[in-house]
């Protein structure tokens, strides 16, 4: 979680007349941001455990499985591009983060 978010639950928690129906939205959009950054993962093991069996047997550098298989999917048509990071994600309105969203 964003030092933002953390903000906001001990706000909560310093407010504790308040209602949490913000606590749970956060949390919930911050549970949708794991389980895709879990599902990019595993995607992304996959591509990875994919290209290992492309190199069984210790060759030259020029004929390595591994090697000419990341050489395509650099190539403009061999691949798509996936982010680091979810896009967007722990964003909160700006008024209730107060500042700048920082990850």
């Known amino acids: 979680m964003t030092?933002?978010?953390i903000r906001v639950?001990?706000?909560f928690k310093d407010e504790p007349q308040?209602?949490?129906g913000e606590v749970n939205a956060l949390l919930d959009?911050?549970?949708g941001h794991v389980a895709s950054r879990i599902?990019?993962?595993r995607q992304l093991?996959?591509?990875l455990k994919a290209l290992r069996e492309q190199c069984v047997d210790v060759l030259e550098a020029q004929h390595c499985g591994i090697l000419n298989g990341l050489t395509q999917l650099a190539l403009p048509t061999g691949g798509r591009?996936?982010?680091a990071h979810v896009r967007g994600s722990h964003s909160l309105r700006r008024s209730q983060r107060g500042s700048s969203n920082k990850e």
């Open 3 to 5: 030092l933002d978010e």
């Open 9 to 11: 639950l001990l706000r």
């Open 18 to 20: 308040s209602e949490c």
């Open 29 to 31: 959009e911050h549970i």
């Open 39 to 41: 599902r990019e993962l």
């Open 45 to 47: 093991e996959k591509q």
């Open 81 to 83: 591009t996936v982010s």
